[in-house]
């Protein structure tokens, strides 16, 4: 529960903001009250770890609950995928070289604006309980209580306003505690913006003891879980995130048979990397039902949204790999699933590029606020209603800053249409001696996605590819300049 202490810091903080601040934009009379926001995120949660985006892998009726009552984005893509960049453009609305956070060592600026700020300011209750992963202290939520760093799954602390405090039980199912605490403690009179934040599935993917024997048997394997990159850039090769391989003890919970290598260990590794990680899928989608079942109860679900996403995509062996960083379609799409009975048609998908760029203004949106013109998305709200803009995006711009860090991937940048795919890799070559770890020199990819949905075949030199590939590579630079980004240049 809430402390009594913290309640009244919470009230202290409003107070504060209240005074400080010129008048809420918003009249929150009966006829014009906005919609409260639930934001759920996952960590690492892959799309294709869900059903209703047709795992073969295991099943999340929870999660599904709100693509059978709302809507299914299939194209949400992320501008860089990787944990602490992609929460900070999601609070911003601005692309990383924007906001400085690049890497998972940047830290947020305190100072610069936020969704959750813009929120507070209009009248909004804010909170975040969960992940925050961005160093610097949580501004513009009313309460907070956020993991230290990454957290721990079993009996982890939490800092509440500030104090550490440690929880006996799962991670999830305290995440998913402390904000059905908050949301009854709640002012009942004013509409909430809450972001509740599983620090699950991310690695080490240890799952909660009552699911220690789920998905026991065999898992269903990729199609491409053997590849070998023979059609493909040396960086695809040269990842250091290749299951089994890759991984280690800690990760499997137990030693690999020492007989195994190649395939056969990248097979075993897959397996006991799946079970563990869909056991933990397991947990977030029961507590998404914990926190739908709330709404329902208390009568809120026609007017709260409720969205379920990640903060990037994350691969379960395409490729043979793990982890994200890679401009790939595992890495890059994001499953997004948003439910508002007023305004959404259960049942209904959209096929249309929106980007976690855009959430903060989709957000601002709902709340009647305009957008900062310092923001660089845009309100996909007309897309909720089945309506696409003629001027909708038909691109998106993509770049992954952390050159052959932990994983060996190296920084690169990328266009994606609907159809095609241009990456370019850059980076230093080996010195004399070799003493660059892993490195590659400048190269690019290029994929059909409408031939090649599994980017096994690279068409970059390919002739028939010319003019497609002269097209991608101008409007890249178009979009380079439209975000004011610049190019990598040796």
Same mark, same amino acid.
């Given at each position: 529960m809430i402390s009594h202490i913290h309640r009244r810091a919470f009230l202290q903080t409003a107070a504060g903001v209240a005074a400080g601040l010129s008048a809420p934009q918003i009249n929150f009379g009966a006829s014009s009250k906005p919609p409260n926001i639930v934001y759920i995120m996952a960590d690492d949660h892959s799309s294709h770890a869900i059903g209703a985006y047709g795992s073969y892998r295991n099943r999340t009726p929870n999660i599904d609950r709100l693509a059978d009552g709302g809507m299914r984005f299939d194209s949400c893509l992320c501008t860089n995928s990787i944990c602490t960049p992609s929460r900070a453009v999601i609070l911003t609305g601005q692309y990383s070289h924007i906001t400085g956070v690049k890497t998972l060592a940047d830290r947020l600026d305190p100072n610069r604006q936020t969704v959750a700020k813009l929120l507070q300011h209009s009248g909004y209750q804010t909170a975040i309980v969960g992940k925050w992963h961005l160093v610097s202290d949580p501004q513009g939520f009313d309460y907070w209580n956020i993991l230290p760093g990454q957290g721990v799954y079993n009996d982890p602390v939490l800092i509440e306003m500030g104090t550490r405090k440690q929880h006996p039980g799962y991670v999830s199912d305290i995440i998913a505690n402390l904000s059905l605490d908050w949301l009854r403690q709640r002012d009942k009179k004013k509409p909430f913006f809450l972001m509740c934040h599983h620090k699950a599935p991310h690695r080490p993917w240890d799952p909660n003891p009552k699911y220690a024997n789920l998905y026991n048997g065999p898992i269903p394997e990729p199609c491409n879980l053997y590849d070998h990159y023979e059609h493909r850039s040396r960086a695809a090769a040269l990842q250091r995130m290749t299951v089994g391989i890759n991984m280690n003890k800690r990760d499997f919970k137990m030693d690999p048979p020492p007989s195994l290598e190649g395939d056969a260990l990248r097979k075993w590794g897959y397996h006991r990397y799946l079970q563990d990680y869909l056991r933990c899928v397991a947990s977030v989608d029961d507590n998404?039902? $914990?926190? *739908?079942?709330? &709404?329902?109860?208390?009568? +809120?679900?026609?007017?709260?949204?409720?969205?379920?996403?990640?903060?990037?995509?994350?691969? &379960?062996?395409?490729?043979? #790999?793990?982890?994200? $960083?890679?401009? #790939?379609?595992?890495? @890059? $799409?994001?499953?997004? +699933?948003?439910?508002?009975?007023?305004?959404?048609?259960?049942?209904?998908?959209?096929?249309?590029?929106? +980007?976690? @760029?855009?959430?903060?203004? &989709?957000? *601002?949106?709902?709340?009647?606020?305009?957008?900062?013109?310092?923001?660089?998305?845009?309100?996909? $709200?007309? *897309? *909720?209603?089945?309506?696409?803009?003629?001027?909708?995006?038909?691109?998106?711009? #993509?770049?992954?800053?952390?050159? @052959?860090?932990?994983?060996?991937?190296?920084?690169?940048?990328?266009?994606r249409t609907k159809r095609y795919k241009l990456i370019y890799y850059y980076g230093q070559p080996l010195d004399a001696k070799g003493a660059v770890q892993r490195p590659t020199e400048p190269e690019w990819e290029m994929f059909d996605l409408a031939t090649d949905p599994n980017e096994m075949y690279d068409v970059h030199d390919d002739p028939v590819y010319a003019t497609a590939k002269a097209e991608l590579t101008t409007e890249l630079s178009q979009l380079q300049t439209k975000f004011k980004d610049t190019p990598w240049n040796g």
């Open positions: 998404v039902g $914990r926190v *739908l079942d709330y &709404l329902d109860k208390e009568k +809120l679900a026609e007017n709260t949204v409720v969205i379920y996403t990640s903060d990037q995509g994350m691969f &379960l062996g395409e490729h043979g #790999y793990f982890d994200k $960083r890679f401009m #790939y379609e595992e890495s @890059l $799409r994001m499953p997004f +699933l948003i439910r508002y009975p007023r305004e959404i048609k259960p049942g209904s998908t959209n096929n249309d590029i929106v +980007l976690n @760029l855009d959430f903060a203004e &989709l957000f *601002l949106d709902f709340a009647g606020q305009k957008t900062p013109d310092d923001m660089q998305g845009r309100s996909f $709200r007309p *897309l *909720l209603h089945g309506k696409t803009p003629d001027d909708w995006r038909t691109s998106m711009y #993509y770049r992954y800053w952390m050159h @052959l860090s932990d994983h060996a991937v190296p920084a690169h940048y990328g266009i």
